[in-house]
């Protein structure tokens, strides 16, 4: 049975280029989402979660601080990465 199974998913074709950028857009998407979010946060606030930084800070700096943030897109955010990178 297990034969066939492989046998058949191997017949399954390659991800055409096509897909691939579909699927890296639903993904930027899903980053987009989290940015926007982030984005909001910082309006009224120097960190995440007020006037003292926090873990989510450091744990979403680590995740965007190899990331281009867009200034104009995420002014709050671009300004935070910047007031992260003197911590």
């Known amino acids: 049975m297990n034969k066939l199974i492989n046998f058949f998913q191997s017949l399954e074709p390659k991800k055409s280029k096509e897909?691939?950028?579909?699927?890296?857009?639903?993904?930027?998407?899903?980053?987009?989402?989290?940015?926007?979010?982030?984005?909001?946060k910082l309006k009224l606030n120097l960190y995440l979660n007020g006037d003292e930084c926090s873990n989510e800070d450091i744990a979403l700096y680590e995740k965007l601080k190899n990331m281009e943030i867009d200034k104009e897109l995420f002014p709050n955010l671009f300004k935070w990465i910047k007031l992260m990178n003197f911590k």
Not at 19 to 40: A, Q, S, V
């Open 19 to 40: 897909e691939i950028n579909l699927l890296e857009k639903i993904y930027k998407n899903i980053k987009l989402n989290e940015l926007e979010y982030n984005e909001e």
